[in-house]
């Protein structure tokens, strides 16, 4: 499957932005599918998941109230709802997708081998 992410841009402190993932070449109704961004300089880290029917999400503490992922594999697509923004939320954000085993709440980035090139968000204050 390839995923490609677009959505990001810049933002001010208590902004939204709404990012979209679609997928091409297999249905992504067969992955779960998660976000996860890397901020320049450091490492890349667990944003968001949510499981192949959309029945249970998980998401990173940092994040949790004020995100929102959803999926809609008719469309073949993932989106990530980020309100509340603030300036620790810069990074490039990356859609991911997992086929095999996938523990939703670990976010670990292994087991999700199917990278989409990433969309920068940025936050100003």
């Known amino acids: 499957v390839q995923l490609q992410a677009s959505g990001g841009g810049f933002v001010q402190v208590g902004g939204s932005l709404r990012l979209s993932c679609t997928a091409s070449g297999r249905t992504l109704s067969s992955y779960a599918t998660a976000w996860f961004r890397q901020a320049l300089g450091k490492e890349r880290e667990f944003v968001a998941a949510?499981?192949?029917?959309?029945?249970?999400?998980s998401y990173a503490d940092s994040v949790k109230g004020r995100f929102t992922i959803s999926r809609d594999n008719i469309k073949n697509t993932m989106t990530l709802q980020m309100n509340s923004l603030n300036t620790e939320d810069t990074a490039v954000y990356y859609c991911t997708a997992g086929n095999g085993i996938v523990t939703l709440r670990a976010g670990r980035p292994s087991e999700y081998p199917f990278w989409g090139r990433g969309t920068q968000v940025t936050v100003s204050s």
């Open positions: 949510i499981s192949r029917n959309s029945g249970v999400t």
